[in-house]
Structure formats: C-alpha cells, structure tokens
C-alpha cells in the first residue's frame, strides 16, 4: 500500500473537507503511513471557521472544550482569549494546527470534490474534482461537514435586489459595513441570533424576519480565566476525560433527577444555577427534559419568564416566545444580549410564520402585501445539514449505485461511519452518530481515532476492503429511529429531522444515545473484530 506514496494521481486515502475533521484525519492516516490528499472547496483551512464570518460568529462551546485533545503539547501551548472564542480566533487556531502538523503540503484548496466511484475490479475510489482533477484512492473519508451545505431560501425575485444579500454560512472576508443602512436578517436560529445584536448596533435599522422564536440561553462570555476554570473543572484533559462519558461532549454534571421530583421553587433555584453557568449547561439540568412532556413544559415556563424579563415591550417579547415545539427539539442558542435588542429603537420584529416572505423586490422584503424597504439582506437561513454536504458529491459504490438514491428515503449508515455497498469509505460525523447533537470537537476525534484504526486494522489483516453489512445498518437505523422516538424530537420542525429544506424525507438524523455510550458502542465493534463489517480478502479484488 506505501509503495503508491509519491504517485501523484494514487494515494492511500483521500479526505475531503479540511475543517476539524479533515485536518486531524490527514494527522492521523500520515501517522499510519499512508499517502493522503485533502481536498477543499474553500480557499483556506478551517471548514465552518473559514465560512463563518458573520458579525458575532462565535462557539457556543467552551473553548477549552472546544478544540482538540489529541496533542498535549498543543493543547498547552494554545491560549484562548475568551470562554467562547471568536470566529477569528477559532480559525487561527486551525490555521495553526494546520502549520504545527505540516499538514498544508497534503491539502488541495479551492479544489471540490464532484464525485467519487468504487471501481470493484480494483477495490479503489477513483474521485474526481470539479475541475477535472482526478485521484486514485483505496480510502476515501468525507469530512464534509454537518453544517457547510448552507441554504438561501427559494424567494422569488432575489435576483431582482438592488441592494446587497448575504448567507452567514458563506459570509465574504472583507469586512461588510453596514453603518448607515436598513438590515434585514431572515432566521432567528443560532446564526440569526447570534449576528443580530452586533448587526443592530451597526446598522440605522433592523428588521428581524422571524418564523420560528428559539430558546436562547445567556453566553455569560468573558475573558478567560483559565487558573479559574481549572479550578471549577480541572485540567483541559480532565474536562475532556468527562465529555467523552458525557451524554452532550461536555464537562459538566449531567442529568440530576427530574425536573417534576423538584417543587416549583426548588426547580426555578436549580435552572437559575444553570442558567448563571451559562450556554449549554441547560441541556444537562434533569435527566426527563427531552422524554417527559410535563418536564419540559416546566423548563419552557421558565425560559418565557426570562424572556418576558429580558424584553421591554410585552407585545414583543410575546413574539419572542417558543411556544409550539417543546425546549431541546431544536437546537438552543447561546446569545450575548439577543433578547435586550429587542429594547433598541433601531430593531423591529416581523413575524413570518403565519404569514411568509412572499417575495423579495428591488427595494426589500414583501410580505402580508407590506413591503419593507432595505439596503442589505441577511440570510440567517441555515443549511442542508448532515446529509446536504454528502449527497452534493455524486458517490457511487458497488455497482455503480447512487449513495443519494439510497438515502433518498432517509439517510442509512452503520454507527454513522459507514454505508453497505460503500467499501473502504468512512463518514465523519455522518448521520447515525451523536455529532451536531455533542460538542463535536469530541465526536471529531472520536470518530477519526476509530475510523483510523479500523483502516489499520484493514492494512494489517491483509484485507482489501471493510464494508457495512447490509444486517448491520439494518439494525442501526432502527436502533437510532427507535431512540429518537422515545423522546419529544419529533414534535419540532427541526434541521435535526429535514424539515428545513423542503421535499428532504422527515428523519431524525443524528443519534440520541449520547457520545459516551455510543463511543463505547464503537470501541465495542473494534474489540469485537468489527462484526458489523465485511472484510473483504484481497484475493477477491
Ligand atoms: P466543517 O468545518 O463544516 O468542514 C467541512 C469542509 O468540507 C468545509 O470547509 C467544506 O468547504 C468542505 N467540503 C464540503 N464538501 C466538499 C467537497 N465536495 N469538496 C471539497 N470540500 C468540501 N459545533 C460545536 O460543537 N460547537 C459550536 O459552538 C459550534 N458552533 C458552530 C457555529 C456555526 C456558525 C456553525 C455553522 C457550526 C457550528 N458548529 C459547532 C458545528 C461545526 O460545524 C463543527 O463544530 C465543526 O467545526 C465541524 O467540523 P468538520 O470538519 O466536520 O466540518
Ligand atoms: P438554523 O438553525 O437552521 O436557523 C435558520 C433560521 O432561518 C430559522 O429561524 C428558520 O426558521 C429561518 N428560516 C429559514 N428559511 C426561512 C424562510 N424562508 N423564511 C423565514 N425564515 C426562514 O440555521 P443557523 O442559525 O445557521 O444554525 C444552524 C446550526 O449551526 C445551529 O443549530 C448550530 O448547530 C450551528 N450554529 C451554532 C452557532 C453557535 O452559537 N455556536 C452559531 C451558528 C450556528 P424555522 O425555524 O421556522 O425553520
């Protein structure tokens, strides 16, 4: 297999995505031996923190959660500024993995992947790029990313705009002014939440185009005290032993009894607590939140209160409050001052649920017949998540088969690492495994560690190919639907499900079963001698 290490068009491995996931997979198949060519579409490393560069783009993770662990040598040599760092500060730090790991040499930019076939006589992937480059690759890893397929809604008229658009998932690097001017932004997820308030005190005026009101919980963002962090949960290394048992990728104390063994007062004192801790800490309140209607219509109240406490105007904050999906069904934000914004003179709230953008004009955004007149759209609009990325890229596996025909009713993996019918090719966060429901630094990891012993595994068992077995992904996905279904998942129209892009089956993608246990799954298949796989003996190639 090394003997292919300086033939240009054949490698070992190819990777595409040079994000958090395809940066460690190139550290960790070079470890190996193995030639491996990155290819990304971006002009830079850095996948969603090269994207990402809408005003207030931040981690709603820890950062001393949110980066790798692999390498305690970086992880005592980098000094993040913030508790949740910065978009900019996030992509230095890949850039800087990227430089310390002498990774570049190996990673081809502006370079998309188009397609990619399992040649069966030779047990090999040939890719090709957009472009019309083409490689040669026993492995192929898609390191696409769960969140990079980013989704402009279907407007009518949005070539007609006389003013500037933008998406945040594809924001451009310099620097967009927006002093003087009338803003829109479409969306009030994470990215909506999170640019609104840096773009309201920029801007003359705002108008938020609001369908769905999310449940946000305070950053409580601050310089980092890393003596002081150590103090509350240990060495980076500590925290991270805990996240990887944890059920969310975090470090702190999960699941503490149910929110209806509490009196009312008990219950406001401890989601108080959670809520001072800041971000993410809320999801862990009590172990019943996500299965138990009653429990989480107590954690709802206490989410409307804070609202109605945080907005001026009770008409407003009326508008701000989820009420038809239950907290956790969708994704929670993190906002430093979202819902104060809502006090400046500048901002105004539009509702679009009842009544939607009907069209985009020259001059604005028409809707209920009222058009309101602006100089610069932004779409907060979100993505095709988990699968949109994949499913772009034309994968054809065993017998010429379409990987998007076969998820076309839903996605289909085994662990969310792999596809029967797809031998030697590995999904990294693929849907069926925790990822966008964790911290993913730490699904990241996981998921890389595994998938490069299961290819070392394959090398030295003399084996030509690893294949999920058709029984195994069978199981998977029952297994996967039947944990979702034992919770309030899906009572929401959540990205989590497709509901966000129209025609998309309504699945529920990622894996509940939380990151610990399901990595204990994983290690459990490896020990076993990956009996979810085929190997395929090299004598059949
Ligand atoms: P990405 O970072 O998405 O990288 C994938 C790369 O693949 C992209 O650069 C893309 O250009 C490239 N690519 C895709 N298709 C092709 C192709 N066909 N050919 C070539 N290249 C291709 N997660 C958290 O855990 N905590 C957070 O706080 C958090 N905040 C987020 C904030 C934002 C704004 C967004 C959008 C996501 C956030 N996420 C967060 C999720 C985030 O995506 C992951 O944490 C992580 O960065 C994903 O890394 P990745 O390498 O898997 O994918
Ligand atoms: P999102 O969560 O999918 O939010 C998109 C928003 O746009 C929703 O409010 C959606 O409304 C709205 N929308 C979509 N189409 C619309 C239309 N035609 N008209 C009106 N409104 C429309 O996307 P996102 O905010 O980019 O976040 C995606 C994910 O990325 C997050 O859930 C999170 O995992 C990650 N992220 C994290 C952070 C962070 O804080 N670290 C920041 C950004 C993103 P509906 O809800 O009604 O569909």
């Known amino acids: ?14 990777v595409v995505g040079a994000g958090f996931a395809g940066l460690y997979a190139l550290h960790r198949l070079r470890g190996l031996g193995l030639s491996t060519r990155v290819f990304e579409a971006g002009s830079g490393v850095g996948g969603t923190w090269f994207w990402n560069r809408y005003p207030g783009a931040r981690c709603d993770v820890e950062s001393l959660d949110y980066q790798y662990a692999f390498s305690p040598e970086l992880l005592d040599e980098w000094r993040w500024s913030e508790r949740y760092p910065r978009q900019g500060e996030i992509l230095a730090y890949l850039e800087h993995v990227a430089d310390r790991f002498a990774l570049r040499p190996d990673i081809e930019l502006n370079t998309r992947v188009s397609g990619a076939a399992f040649d069966e006589e030779t047990s090999r992937w040939e890719v090709e790029t957009e472009a019309g480059g083409h490689v040669s690759a026993r492995f192929l890893i898609m390191a696409t990313g769960c969140l990079s397929a980013a989704r402009v809604p279907d407007l009518p008229g949005l070539d007609s705009f006389a003013g500037r658009w933008f998406h945040t998932g594809s924001w451009p690097h310099e620097e967009v002014d927006f002093t003087g001017q009338r803003v829109a932004v479409v969306g009030t997820g994470s990215s909506g939440v999170q640019s609104i308030p840096v773009i309201a005190q920029q801007a003359d005026q705002l108008v938020v185009f609001q369908r769905t009101p999310s449940f946000s919980v305070p950053a409580v963002n601050e310089p980092l005290d890393v003596e002081a962090a150590r103090r509350q949960h240990g060495t980076p290394m500590q925290r991270r032993a805990r996240a990887r048992v944890s059920i969310g990728g975090l470090p702190y ?20 607590e959670r809520s001072r801790m800041g971000g993410l800490a809320m999801y862990g309140a009590f172990s019943d939140v996500m299965v138990d209607q009653d429990a989480n219509a107590a954690v709802v109240a206490f989410f409307h209160d804070k609202i109605r406490e945080r907005v001026d ?32 003179d500048n901002v105004t709230i539009v509702d679009v649920r009842e009544s939607p953008i009907e069209e985009i004009t020259p001059r604005g955004l028409r809707v209920g017949g009222v058009e309101h007149e602006v100089d610069a759209i932004v779409f907060a609009t979100g993505f095709d998540a988990m699968t949109g990325a994949v499913t772009a890229v034309d994968l054809r596996g065993r017998a010429g088969a379409s990987l998007a025909q076969k998820w076309s009713a839903g996605p289909r993996t085994y662990l969310g690492l792999a596809v029967a019918g797809f031998p030697n090719l590995f ?41 999920a077995t058709v029984a195994g992904e069978d199981a998977w996905v029952d297994h996967v639907d039947e944990v979702a279904s034992s919770t309030l998942v899906h009572r929401a129209n959540s990205w989590y499900l497709g509901a966000n892009v129209p025609g998309k089956p309504r699945v529920f993608m990622p894996y509940m079963g939380g990151v610990g246990p399901y990595a204990q799954r994983c290690d459990e298949e490896a020990r076993g001698g990956y009996a979810g796989f085929a190997l395929t003996p090299t004598d059949r190639r």
């Open 1 to 14: 297999m090394i003997m292919e290490r300086d033939m240009r068009d054949t490698v070992d491995a190819v």
């Open 253 to 272: 104390p999960e699941h503490e009894g149910s929110a209806l063994e509490m009196s009312d007062e008990e219950r406001t004192r401890h989601l108080e």
């Open 313 to 344: 105007d009770p008409a407003v904050a009326e508008r701000l409050l989820p009420r038809d999906y239950p907290f956790g069904t969708k994704r929670v934000c993190v906002d430093t001052g979202y819902y104060e914004t809502f006090n400046r």
């Open 427 to 467: 999904l990294v966060t693929g849907p069926g495994s925790p990822s966008v429901l964790s911290n993913m630094v730490v699904s990241i990891e996981q998921h890389v560690d595994w998938i490069a012993d299961a290819i070392a595994h394959v090398r030295d068992s003399g084996a030509a190919c690893i294949e």
